[in-house]
């Protein structure tokens, strides 16, 4: 257990630890950390970060933009190319003709599966964060990725705790009735049953977004993606 109340896998350290991974080339390491951040990072060479694979990440809930930054950032010094697809950026450009209705959250999780797959075969480690609330269109975005691609992420976070924090106040809009169909109000939202990681409270306590990214990390070192 480490400083962040995080159990490492068993033969990884966690970042915090001081650990710099066995596969990160340092030169790669180096140069990254110079570009200091992500949408630097994503015009690195593909060559320096030695990675041929890349995989979707998807996490639910609130806390997933915040959570898929330190992803990204860690993934990055790792000497890995990152690229964040946030639900709540995209539909203001690529899915922009979606609403919130169930057959256009479908089509909003598709299109983003679908460029999550073009980001793959760059070689671009692609992280999704969408509430994505039905279990059918998560379903769905998994089989457009190549078998062992889509990595979901299920941020077990209470509504009560999302609420609380609602810095855009739009559960306040929510319950007032002046937004319709809001996903834990008065849309479902149907937590998964085959997720590769969940990340949630210990005791009552959260964990830091940062840990929870390093939570992320070591998984997906212990499985082996991270190998160049
Ligand atoms: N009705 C309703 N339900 C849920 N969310 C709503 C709604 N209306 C607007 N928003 C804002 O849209 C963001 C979620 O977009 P997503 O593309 O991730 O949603 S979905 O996956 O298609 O369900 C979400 O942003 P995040 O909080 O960053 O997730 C909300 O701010
Ligand atoms: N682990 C955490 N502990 C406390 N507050 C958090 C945590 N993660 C995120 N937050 C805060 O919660 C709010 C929503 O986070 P955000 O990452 O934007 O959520 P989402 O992308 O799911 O809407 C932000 O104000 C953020 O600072």
Redesign the pocket.
């Known amino acids: 257990m480490n400083a962040v109340g995080i159990k490492p896998l068993p033969g990884f350290a966690t970042l915090r630890d001081g650990y710099l991974p066995g596969n990160a080339k340092a030169r790669s390491v180096l140069r990254i950390t110079a570009a200091d951040g992500l949408q630097q990072a994503v015009r690195v060479d593909v060559n320096a970060t030695g990675n041929g694979k890349a995989k979707l990440i998807r ?11 330190h992803l990204s950032k860690i993934l990055t010094q790792m000497g890995k190319l990152t690229y964040i697809l ?3 950026n995209l539909r203001h450009g690529l899915n922009s003709d979606l609403s919130f209705k169930a057959e256009d959250r479908a089509e909003n999780i598709r299109r983003v599966g679908e460029v999550a797959k073009l980001f793959s075969d760059a070689g671009v480690i692609c992280i999704a ?1 969408l ?1 994505s609330p039905y279990r059918r269109d998560r379903e769905a975005c998994r089989k457009i990725l190549p078998n062992g691609d889509f990595i979901e992420v299920f ?1 077990d ?1 209470p509504l009560g ?2 609420e609380s ?4 106040g739009l559960y306040k809009l929510a319950r007032a009735g002046k937004i319709k169909g809001f996903t834990g109000i008065d849309d479902p939202y149907e937590p998964p049953v085959n997720c590769e990681i969940t990340l949630k409270c210990d005791n009552g306590i ?4 940062s ?2 990214a390093e939570k992320v990390i070591c998984y997906l070192e212990y499985n082996g993606y991270l190998q160049a």
Do not use: E, F, W
């Open positions: 996490l639910n809930q609130m806390g997933k933009s915040t959570v898929a930054c946030d639900g709540d964060c509430i941020m976070v705790v999302c924090r609602d810095p855009k959260y964990a830091s977004p840990a929870m």
